[in-house]
């Protein structure tokens, strides 16, 4: 006889947690499988570029919009598989997981040192939603310090040591108080940004190791001239990240 208000007397108590337990971790395991898949979903073969729908054990996720503060809404995972890129680079040998080799203008590629995020074609922006990197000359508000040598006029010069362009500008980012491109005025009169993290301030001149004199001509341009989007500077890094490697042949030899 069961005393009064046991109401699991007879149960196997621990039977029942562990079976709780159990179907918690199976239903945390399929929630978390299919949250994976809304980045990556279809995938793209690395060698072919095909693109295929793998829904595995489980299905795939149903879709979730994502609202950006550019007005952009993401859908995640895609509604539609995308074409697949084109790259301008061929794997080295038929592979799988060869590495890719450029095609035509290594720096251009796309791949490797020079490779990059599609991002949105849109600026960054600030707290009330300006640009947040702009030309020194449209922020009356900011100057150069006077103890810090400023490289506006100065003499720009490739990884060759030959003269490239002067600079005409710096662009700053607002929001960091601090210089993110250089703006330098090409002997053709075209302007490019040249990221100040490969840009060394001697005094005889600003030194760009990344890339030659000649290679300054193909810096990816912006829409802008006075405002800068995350895709414009995802190429822009990824031009002289590429130069790193790819411009000049001894680059990519081995250093012994």
Do not use: C
């Amino acid at each position: 006889m069961t005393g009064f208000g046991a109401i699991t007397a007879g149960w196997d108590v621990a039977s029942l947690l562990f079976t709780i337990f159990i179907l918690f971790f199976i239903g945390l395991v399929v929630h978390l499988t299919l949250e994976s898949k809304r980045e990556g979903f279809p995938l793209e073969s690395e060698r072919f570029g095909q693109i295929t729908n793998e829904d595995g054990l489980i299905m795939m996720p149903k879709a979730k919009v994502f609202h950006t503060e550019s007005g952009i809404d993401y859908q995640a995972p895609l509604a539609k598989a995308p074409a697949p890129e084109v790259l301008n680079a061929e794997p080295a040998h038929y592979m799988s997981g060869a590495p890719l080799v450029p095609i035509g203008n290594p720096l251009l590629a796309g791949v490797g040192p020079g490779s990059y995020a599609n991002r949105a074609d849109v600026p960054d922006v600030g707290l009330h939603g300006e640009p947040r990197i702009v030309p020194l000359s449209k922020l009356p508000s900011f100057k150069i310090h006077a103890k810090d040598q400023s490289p506006i006029g100065m003499t720009v010069f490739g990884a060759d040591h030959q003269a490239a362009g002067t600079v005409s500008d710096v662009w700053v980012d607002h929001m960091e108080s601090m210089i993110r491109y250089l703006e330098v005025r090409l002997p053709q009169g075209d302007h490019v940004l040249v990221p100040q993290n490969f840009a060394l301030n001697k005094p005889d001149g600003v030194k760009v190791h990344a890339i030659l004199a000649a290679h300054f001509t193909l810096v990816p341009k912006t829409k802008s001239n006075e405002q800068i989007t995350l895709l414009e500077e995802e190429k822009i890094m990824a031009y002289f990240g590429a130069g790193l490697l790819y411009a000049t042949p001894e680059r990519q030899e081995p250093l012994i």
